[in-house]
Nanobody
Framework: VQLQASGGGLVQAGDSLSLSCAAS????????MGWFRQAPGKEREFVAT????????YYADSVKGRFTISRDNAKNTVYLQVNSLRPEDTAVYYC?????????????????WGQGTQVTVSS
């Protein structure tokens, strides 16, 4: 399985971005998709997750109300709409895929990771 994330960029505080992550290869069965981020010098942290049907979605408290995760299973793609960006949102954003049925909040639940897309928010 390969994951290709895209959509990052350099924006100003208050702006929006649309991140996407396309999965290819043997993405058999249902799977959980998640977004994480990692700022310089910090650990990778959970951002959002969505299950196969979209019936279970979780967000980190720091992004609730500003970020929206969604997916299109026909396209094997997960999206992250990020609005009202803040300088503290600056990080490399990673998408990940998990075949297990967990909450999706832990990095250890995921089997595959994308290469990351940089989001930089200037004040």
């Amino acid at each position: 399985v390969q994951l290709q994330a895209s959509g990052g960029g350099l924006v100003q505080a208050g702006d929006s971005l649309s991140l996407s992550c396309a999965a290819s290869g043997r993405t058999f069965g249902s799977y959980l998709m998640g977004w994480f981020r990692q700022a310089p010098g910090k650990e990778r942290e959970f951002v959002a997750t969505i299950n196969w049907s979209g019936s279970r979605i979780y967000y980190a408290d720091s992004v609730k109300g500003r970020f929206t995760i969604s997916r299109d299973n026909a396209k094997n793609t997960v999206y992250l709409q990020v609005n009202s960006l803040r300088p503290e949102d600056t990080a490399v954003y990673y998408c990940a895929l998990a075949h297990a049925r967990g909450t999706g909040r832990s990095i250890y639940e995921y089997d595959y990771w994308g290469q990351g897309t940089q989001v930089t928010v200037s004040s």
